[in-house]
């Protein structure tokens, strides 16, 4: 499936500005710096109708970190009665790659993959492409 709306949750600049790039393409692309920010974008994103097919989610972060915004997020779609099938494709990026954060992020965020930051361009596409979702042409 194209990806036509996704969500970059980075409190770091360059790294929302170079995930960023690799979605020129994708119609919608919004960047925030916390995760405060991103259950604030993800429920109004929810509200009008128009949710995020994929989050970009840094572990990571000061205040909420990615374990406990990509649960909030879980929670929010559970909430509502989003079918499995049909929530977000959560893909946790990190510098950190150890064996606890890799279970977190799949146990408590159920996260669709985990990348090692920085990210290759041609791991991204692969990592897209093993969760269903595609960069348009």
């Given at each position: ?82 079918a499995v099938a049909q929530q977000a494709k959560i893909i946790m ?35 897209l492409s093993k969760v269903g979702l595609k960069i348009p042409r």
């Amino acid at each position: 499936m194209d990806l036509s709306r996704c969500l970059i949750v980075d409190d770091e600049e360059l790294g929302r500005e170079l995930v960023a790039q690799y979605l020129q393409r994708v119609p919608v692309v919004v960047a925030v710096g916390s995760g405060e920010e991103a259950v604030e974008k993800f429920r109004a994103a929810q509200e009008a109708g128009e949710p995020f097919e994929l989050v970009l989610l840094d572990i990571v972060m000061p205040g909420m970190d990615g374990i406990a915004t990509g649960t909030a997020l879980r929670k929010m779609e559970k909430e509502r009665g989003i079918a499995v099938a049909q929530q977000a494709k959560i893909i946790m990026l990190t510098a950190r790659n150890t064996p606890l954060d890799v279970m977190q992020s799949l146990m408590s965020v159920q996260s669709a993959a985990y990348l090692v930051k920085p990210v290759e361009p041609d791991k991204f596409r692969e990592t897209l492409s093993k969760v269903g979702l595609k960069i348009p042409r």
